[in-house]
């Protein structure tokens, strides 16, 4: 019979042996990961709020996520200095700011000497060689690939001479592409210095090239490992990764690089910086941490549980804990946090969340007195900070004029005078009445285009409700994402609500949004033209950034809050925690290779 | 002369239903029951108010009928507080909003809108008052700053008496959830959605299952070999698995958000144990004298599978059917968690989803009461199940 | 003996045909080129697609390919990654949790079992039963959730040992209680309901057949009886219970894998259906129904062995 044997003695004994075993093991390690990474030196712990990034390969990721991995180990001409605000860049790869030809169209690079790339197989003597200008513009080049991707190819569209005909001709049918095809626009002048050739003379040029997708890569590494090179990163940064450690959905490790050249922390700071210690670390050699750790959670509640027991150096509040941490009335950090030393950090993003007019509208539409009345009268009776309190827990940043903060051209504290900031009842109905439109009488209904979100049918009647205070009847149109942005195109739309989210931290991108020549189906949703406004727009998108650009913005960003083209704005908040054993944290949206400039004081840590 | 006894009454007043009748425990069990069902059917009837279940009733996480909150969450729950009227004040029509409005029971106090608003300043005073101390529950001062806030906001508000005060107190007393609903009407509530989806998917995989088992074992030739396969099929796949397939196909249908896809998830699976029980005892059943006598006379085949073999079955049936019905009620719960469960109405599986966060901070109240509930009625019927076991099947294991 | 499995062999070719055929139409339901492309995929990039994924073939074809069991295909939601290493990857995170659960689970329900038949009737067994059927009425998901908040959560916070994870994985010994014995100790408590009541009532049946009483009226000792002739036949239906929870033993407890974030093949599936990864979903169950197949042939073939009547029935 093959039944295992039963006297009561052997089954006693085996339960017994299993029991002793499994308390051996339980006391054998008791507190912590036994065995968990045993590294020494500091290592920085953080969460990606998704699976992961998709893709280690510059060209072919998108995402933030993509963004805050390819940010620790390759690294772009120029970077955003880590503790200026508003935002500046710096060079990275470049000794200096390239110099700028007089039309604003040439500009010319001279690259560090001693940028290694990281040592690696693909290279000779799996040595990694010096960096380039050849690399740049390889790497350049990439985005023109169609057999890579076609993603990315925005960034540079109609930027660079010659260009876009280079990579028409390149990616014919038939043709072999050919990397070493010369291309007018870039031109290799010597070993370390590369002159680029502009289509315009835009200085927004500068900030495609702090974007991660122009980072440096070398050309061994991509042909040998292929469509492997998105999880086979071989750069300058700070950091290196080798491919078996992502985990996919789980980890990524990064180990500090040990050919990475001398790099030193800032020694240029804010006031700010001082109170939170961030100023100390001034000249110290970076990376200052040896190993980062990202973890990677699809929920947010496990993340929160981590973070709240130690495991992670810092975490985004997930909505449904922010009334956990942060006091509402006066929106500071709970005290049982700041005993622990926790460091709350609110970090506005770059958005601009309007409601905007469709200047081609007969109705709303137009630049005379009365029509602008009527604009100023629904931009007066509009209350953004009810919108605020009830649907974004106070935590949305209201600002006047298209520029986000932390940008240079947004109104100090968000206000001007200039702006028909609601709700002022009164002067609502007054100006209405003065349009043409007394109580309301006389307008149709308004047609209010939206988007269907989870909450848009609540924001519509908000609206509706703000609007009939003056007398006004309003129409919500909730329509699919691909619908609204149709019925924008099309200029069906005579009132809509819509985002956007800067593509580099330059306020020109948003005053872009008013050019004319822009008018849908670009992103000049609002239809708006002022040849005022033009003139000055194509002035200053060649200027760089300073004093006299910051009053021209200034002067633009009036004409548009007397002419009321949208009513807004309001820019989400992210809310940050810190760790009292995490140094230096100064986190933001706006660019992701900070982890470098971290430190860890690992005698803090549980 | 003995009358023809329909196979009903023969079955209520045979030896099972018999010894049921004696066990006591069973009998309390049945009441237990008993009362569920009263309670889903007075909600299926309209005794809660759809405000009541769906819409705030006060603010969030407000605890039960025992123990005190800690002072950072009484500053936040009188904010809302405040809030609330402040807003009703503040309207196109403030007279109107203010006499229609509505916190659970209560009701702004009366006063013109802008006595109402003076009174609005006046708690928002105070309760910066409180907000200026980052220690709540220590520093001596706050105490008394707390009752002035307390007594302020109260001054907002308009207790009802008599029935809707009783009403008020039952409807606060287990506390709200994170959207200020009402803990326990929430959980009466999902009384009627768990009892709903017991009864139907059970009653419909036991009848399905007994129908398939009981033509598999009484024909036997192809349709055993295919009732057979059928039900190896689906118990190859497990559950979770089958579960999760259908929400994938219904996802983005017509159909997706109401209850079907989760009865068709519980069908598909629960079918199959009443299946093989039924199929093994008419097998055995198909063996007796009286079946083949009834076949020897010349009944029609399926006349006696219909009348003779399945109503023997009936205490199999009754069984099953408890068996599932607590199946189901559990089932809902992981379903919920999956994301695949009942997404418009409250249900105990909603409710103990959305009390995990509350559980890191804390606040019990909302899991407490879904899984106490929950505990009771699937307890009264696993002891009605083993009592029905012991009544009618002594042998089973 | 070997005509009895090759039937069961027969039998179940079919059984398996149609779990792929079911599994098969479910997933065909909605488009799943819509699902590879997004909802604004143009009629173009669809009907090109289908033929890049082969789906535009006659289902007889696609029925045909899905159980050629090739596993080298790519899955869709992560690109670059072959079916065939997530299903390598995920296999022992399975293991680990519901492995040790299984046996843990098994002794300790086999253990309550006989204390409570050998004490039958007496205060011991009804407290004891008392506490399984309540603890059967608690919902898996609050076992879960109180687990991991007491046992990760505040023991980590309040008590200062940081005994469980929160959630993840890593394999090897050194790592496993770290981040397995938290889960297995929920799953256990959930389970010991079910199988503690299931195992005394197999014991109660066997203790009350004729040749015990006999044994006991021959003057043998109660304690003898019980361990020695009882538990023995009580063993067969006890381990062919345990049997035929094998072939859920690979596909790991979803729950747990999901609550805790453990990459074994239950979330990797969970996962799966989400994102609508077709080939990982098709492959997955296509592993798993065998696997089950295949136990229940084995199981089956272990009980004629043991039990002569059932090969000649």
């Known amino acids: ?606 | 002369m003995s009358e023809e006894i329909g196979p009903l009454q023969k079955f209520l007043r045979g030896r099972g239903m018999r010894k049921l009748r004696r066990d006591r425990m069973a009998l309390a069990a049945l009441s237990v029951i008993g009362l569920y069902l009263l309670i889903a059917l007075s909600v299926m009837a309209g005794v809660l108010d759809n405000a009541d279940v769906f819409d705030r009733v006060g603010p969030d996480n407000v605890a039960g009928f025992w123990g005190t909150q800690d002072g950072e969450r009484r500053l936040d729950h009188h904010q809302l507080r405040i809030e609330r009227v402040e807003r009703a004040a503040k309207t196109t029509d403030p007279t109107k909003s203010l006499a229609e409005f509505r916190l659970g029971g209560l009701r702004a106090s009366a006063g013109t809108p802008e006595e109402v608003l003076g009174r609005v300043e006046e708690a928002w005073r105070a309760l910066d008052a409180v907000a200026a101390y980052d220690e709540l529950d220590v520093s001596p001062e706050v105490g008394p700053l707390f009752e002035e806030l307390d007594a302020k906001v109260a001054a907002l508000y308009e207790e009802p008496a008599g029935f809707a005060g009783f009403v008020q107190s039952l409807r606060m007393s287990l506390g709200t959830d994170r959207q200020g609903r009402s803990i326990l009407f929430r959980a009466l509530y999902s009384t009627k959605v768990a009892v709903q989806i017991g009864v139907v998917a059970s009653l419909i995989s036991v009848l399905l299952g007994t129908l398939l088992g009981a033509a598999a074992g009484y024909f036997g030739g192809w349709v055993d070999h295919a009732v057979v396969w059928l039900y190896s099929t689906f118990s190859s796949i497990p559950w979770i698995v089958l579960l999760m397939v259908l929400a994938a196909m219904f996802r983005g249908g017509a159909l997706d958000g109401t209850l079907i896809p989760v009865y068709a998830a519980f069908c598909m699976s629960f079918w199959i144990s009443p299946c093989r029980v039924v199929r093994g005892e008419v097998m055995k059943l198909k063996e007796l004298e009286y079946v083949q006598a009834a076949s020897a006379i010349g009944f029609g085949r399926v006349r006696i599978l219909l009348k003779h073999v399945v109503p023997n079955t009936a205490h199999l049936m009754f069984i099953n059917f408890s068996l599932l019905f607590i199946g189901a009620i559990k089932a809902e719960v992981i379903l919920s968690f999956l994301g695949l469960g009942v997404k418009n109405e409250p249900s105990w599986g909603v409710m103990i989803n959305q009390a995990k966060a509350e559980v890191l901070n804390g606040f019990f109240w909302q899991i407490g009461t879904a899984t106490a509930l929950m505990v009771v009625l699937v307890l009264a019927f696993n002891i009605l199940s083993d009592a029905l076991q012991d009544a009618f099947d002594p042998k089973h294991v | ?313």
Not at chain 1, 251 to 273: A, G, I, K, N, T
Not at chain 3, 89 to 111: C, D, E, G, Q, R
Request: overall charge negative; hydrophobic content about 40%.
């Open chain 1, 1 to 606: 019979m093959n039944l295992p044997p039963s006297s009561p003695r052997a089954l006693a004994a085996r339960c017994a042996l299993a029991l002793v075993a499994a308390l051996a093991g339980l006391l054998g390690s008791c507190g912590g990961d036994a065995g968990a990474a045993q590294q020494t030196g500091k290592t920085f712990v953080y969460p990606i709020r998704s699976a992961g990034p998709g893709s280690l390969d510059p060209v072919r990721g998108s995402t933030t996520y993509d963004n805050q991995a390819v940010s620790l180990v390759y690294e772009t001409l120029l970077q955003y200095k880590y503790l200026k605000r508003p935002l500046e860049l710096e060079p990275l790869l470049c000794e200096a700011m390239p110099e700028v030809s007089e039309d604003g169209r040439v500009y010319t690079f001279r690259l560090k000497r001693g940028v290694l790339f990281h040592d690696d197989p693909c290279f000779e003597g799996g040595k990694g060689r010096e960096m380039t200008a050849e690399d740049i513009v390889y790497s350049w080049k990439r985005l023109a690939d169609k057999r890579i991707g076609t993603k990315n190819w925005w960034l540079v569209e109609n930027t660079i001479a010659g260009f876009d005909a280079w990579r028409e001709e390149q990616n014919a049918e038939g043709h072999e592409f050919d990397y070493a095809a010369p291309c007018e626009g870039l031109v290799v002048l010597d070993r370390y210095s590369l002159q680029v050739t502009l289509t315009e003379p835009v200085t927004r040029f500068l900030y495609v090239l702090a974007m991660f997708q122009l980072s440096v890569v070398p050309r061994e590494a991509a042909e040998l490992y292929d469509t492997g090179f998105s999880r086979h990163p071989v750069g300058t940064g700070p950091f290196t990764m080798r491919e078996e450690d992502w985990l996919t959905s789980r980890s990524l490790d990064f180990h500090r690089s040990p050919v990475y050249r001398d790099e030193r922390y800032p020694d240029e700071w804010m006031p700010e910086d001082e109170e939170h210690g961030r100023h100390l670390a001034a000249g110290q050699r970076l990376p200052i941490v040896d190993h980062v750790r990202v973890e990677c959670f699809v929920q947010d509640q496990p993340m929160w549980l981590m973070f709240r027991t130690g495991k992670l150096d810092y975490a985004q509040i997930p909505a449904e804990n922010y009334v956990d941490a942060i006091r509402k009335r006066t929106k500071t950090l709970k005290k049982s946090y700041r005993d622990e030393g926790i460091t709350y950090h609110p970090v506005p993003l770059l958005d601009f969340i309007f409601r905007g007019f469709n200047m081609d509208d007969p109705v709303v539409g137009g630049y005379t007195e009365d029509r602008k009345k009527l604009r100023q009268a629904i931009s007066l009776a509009i209350d953004l900070k009810e919108f605020n309190d009830t649907f974004y827990n106070s935590q949305n940043v209201v600002y006047d004029g298209p520029i986000p903060p932390k940008l240079a051209g947004h109104p100090p504290g968000g206000r001007s005078d200039k702006a028909y900031r609601g709700p002022q009842l009164e002067r609502a109905r007054k100006l209405l009445t003065e349009a043409g439109y007394p109580g309301g009488e006389g307008m149709p209904t308004i047609p209010y285009y939206t988007s269907l979100a989870a909450n848009s049918s609540e924001q519509a009647e908000m609206m509706q409700r703000q609007l009939g205070q003056i007398g006004l009847k309003m129409q919500p149109i909730l329509l699919e994402f691909p619908q609204l942005i149709q019925a924008i195109d099309k200029k069906k739309a005579m009132m809509f609500s819509f985002a956007w989210g800067s593509d580099y931290p330059d306020g020109e991108n948003n005053l872009a949004l008013f050019y004319g020549p822009n008018e849908s189906p670009g992103s000049n949703h609002f239809n708006y033209k002022n040849e005022d406004f033009d003139r000055l727009y194509e002035q200053i998108r060649s200027m760089p950034p300073s004093p006299e650009r910051d009053a021209i913005y200034t002067e633009m960003l009036e004409m548009l809050l007397e002419d009321v083209p949208y009513v807004g704005s309001m820019a989400r908040t992210r809310n940050y925690l810190g760790t009292p054993w995490l140094k230096n944290f100064k986190p933001t949206e706006d660019f992701w290779n900070w982890p470098k400039y971290l430190d860890v004081d690992e005698a803090l840590r549980p």
């Open chain 3, 1 to 313: 003996m070997w005509t009895y499995v090759a039937r069961k062999l027969l039998y179940n070719i079919p059984v398996y045909l149609g779990i792929i055929l079911f599994l098969m139409l479910a997933l065909r339901v909605n488009d799943p080129a819509y699902a590879f492309l997004g909802k604004n995929a143009k009629p173009e990039d669809l009907l090109a697609i289908r033929a890049q994924l082969g789906l535009d073939q006659p289902f007889f074809m696609q029925y045909l390919e899905v159980l050629s069991f090739d596993f080298s295909i790519e899955s869709w939601a992560n690109k670059g990654l072959k079916v065939s290493d997530m299903l390598r990857a995920s296999i022992v995170p399975s293991l680990s949790i519901t492995l040790p659960a299984l046996f843990l689970t098994s002794i300790i329900s086999v253990s309550i079992a006989i204390i409570s038949a050998y004490f039958r009737g007496r205060g011991v067994d009804r407290s004891l039963m008392v506490l399984a059927v309540v603890g059967m009425s608690v919902s898996f998901l609050v076992y879960i959730i109180f687990g991991q908040y007491w046992g990760a959560y505040l023991l980590t916070r309040e008590g200062g040992i940081d005994a469980f994870a929160i959630g993840g994985f890593e394999p090897g010994l050194t790592h496993w209680r770290y981040y397995c014995l938290l889960p297995v100790l929920i799953s256990v408590i959930v389970s010991m309901g079910y199988d503690t009541r299931f195992y005394r009532s197999v014991m109660v049946e066997e203790s009350s057949r004729d040749y015990i009483t006999t044994a006991v009226a021959k003057g043998a000792g109660k304690r003898k009886v019980m361990f020695v002739h009882m538990l023995k036949n009580a063993m067969i239906p006890i381990i062919t219970r345990i049997m035929t929870t094998l072939p859920f033993l690979i596909m790991g407890s979803l729950l747990l894998e999901v609550y805790f974030n453990i990459p074994g093949m239950g979330r990797v599936l969970y996962k799966a259906i989400q994102e609508q990864d077709f080939p990982v979903i098709q492959s997955f169950v296509v592993i798993f129904a065998a696997f089950f197949i295949l136990s229940n042939i084995l199981t089956d073939v272990l009980y004629a062995l043991v039990d002569p009547r059932v090969r000649l029935s």
